[in-house]
């Protein structure tokens, strides 16, 4: 890319593909072999050894998934990126790949389930302390920083619930402490947030989410400096979670119309927030670009927009209430994901949060009622309708 920075519009479209371009294709290929030759012996070691650039096989890198990653990098202003396949890939590569027996991680309780999990089954198995506090008290987590820690891993906004973090002020927190800073910026996205230019030193996402947007593709990629990266690509290359050269390419197009889609969903979102907030049968509405939520401040600071998910809870907060609710909506996926241009919605116990106990749930403040909505590019007026239809029903 050119010197000056384009905008991520154009970064989302351009970024990371020139080099990949063959034969005046406009198109990234998709590179489906598993190894790949060279005739130069001394040529072969010298990419072997990474003092050249080039692929030797699939398990390590790939063209086609090399593209993505360097779209992605460049997007979040990272010197270098590394993917795996799938979000949980990522997360579980970085983690371990960073921490050793008698290490100590200090988190919040509001992560993703599958994080969670690792911090409370997998992680103490392997003599890793974990810390997790209250998500939106900082200065506990200041204080639990500075008793000392490896590694400082945030979440925002956070799933389902979209709280935010400031991620400023605990990333100067976990440097003076000398942590590694993580952050999982998968419901903001670069077009919303940009967690390296806060303080991060490594900004992962669940790429299956936003960045490739359709619904059709898994993947994860984290960025940072790279030092970092490479510790994190080393742990990934030997245990195998391998981007897949078609997934890259999927995902590669779905970033295309990135900025487009959640401009939209932006947009979609709030409205569709204000419109539940004033709800009857409303008890309770999760959106941080909601002058109600505790975090609004932080996030108009941190955030260019307050992202495409949503939470909320029907009045009357049963389980029997949302299993009457949700077959009503018909512009709706009830499926477990999240990010799509269609509307997707369900409550954790089936989606972020499946892996984790009632208890569990209730012990991160979810309640088993809640409704995790993720707004799609569709029409607002219809999404509203939808939801209006749909609560007129139900007892």
Same mark, same amino acid.
């Given at each position: ?10 970064? /989302? ?31 072969? #070691? ?52 960073? #921490? ?15 994080? *969670? ?30 008793? $000392?820690?490896?590694? #400082? ?31 999982? *910026? ?26 490739? $947007? ?53 947009? *979609?979102?709030?409205?569709? /927030? ?39 809870? #029907?009045? $009357? ?19 477990? *994901? ?58």
């Amino acid at each position: 890319m050119d010197d000056k920075q384009p905008r991520p519009g154009t970064l /989302a479209v351009w970024a990371g593909e020139e080099s990949y371009l063959l034969q005046g294709s406009t198109q990234v290929p998709v590179v489906h072999s598993v190894s790949f030759g060279y005739k130069d012996l001394d040529q072969w #070691l010298r990419v072997a050894q990474g003092e050249e650039e080039g692929h030797i096989y699939g398990r390590n890198t790939n063209p086609t998934v090399h593209a993505f990653e360097e779209k992605v990098r460049i997007m979040e202003g990272a010197q270098a990126a590394t993917s795996a396949a799938t979000g949980m890939g990522i997360i579980s590569s970085a983690l371990f790949a960073l #921490l050793s027996p008698g290490d100590r991680v200090v988190s919040i309780k509001d992560t993703y389930g599958g994080t *969670n999990v690792i911090f409370t089954e997998f992680l103490p198995r392997f003599r890793i302390d974990v810390t997790l506090c209250d998500t939106t008290d900082h200065e506990t987590i200041e204080a639990e920083v500075a008793k $000392g820690c490896q590694v #400082l891993y945030l979440e925002s906004p956070t799933n389902p619930t979209v709280k935010v973090v400031d991620l400023a002020r605990l990333a100067r927190a976990g440097h003076a402490a000398g942590a590694i800073v993580i952050v999982d *910026n998968t419901f903001a996205t670069p077009i919303n947030q940009s967690p390296l230019q806060l303080g991060a030193d490594l900004a992962l996402h669940s790429a299956t989410k936003f960045l490739g $947007g359709h619904a059709d593709a898994l993947g994860g990629v984290i960025c940072g400096t790279e030092a970092l990266v490479e510790r994190i690509y080393h742990f990934r290359e030997i245990n195998g979670a391998t981007l897949h050269p078609m997934a890259a390419y999927l995902l590669l197009r779905g970033m295309k119309t990135l900025k487009l889609r959640i401009r939209q969903q932006n947009e *979609n979102a709030l409205k569709i /927030a204000h419109f539940l907030e004033s709800h009857p049968h409303i008890e309770k509405v999760f959106y941080p670009g909601l002058e109600s939520h505790e975090n609004h401040r932080i996030a108009r600071r941190q955030m260019s927009g307050f992202g495409g998910v949503l939470s909320f809870i #029907l009045k $009357g907060d049963s389980f029997a209430t949302l299993r009457e609710f949700l077959p009503r909506l018909r512009y709706a996926h009830a499926a477990a *994901n999240l990010g799509a241009v269609e509307t997707v919605v369900g409550p954790p116990a089936t989606t972020s949060h499946v892996e984790c106990t009632p208890e569990e749930r209730a012990a991160m403040g979810i309640p088993e009622s809640l409704i995790r909505y993720s707004v799609g590019i569709e029409d607002s007026d219809d999404l509203i309708a939808d939801l209006e239809g749909a609560l007129s029903e139900i007892s």
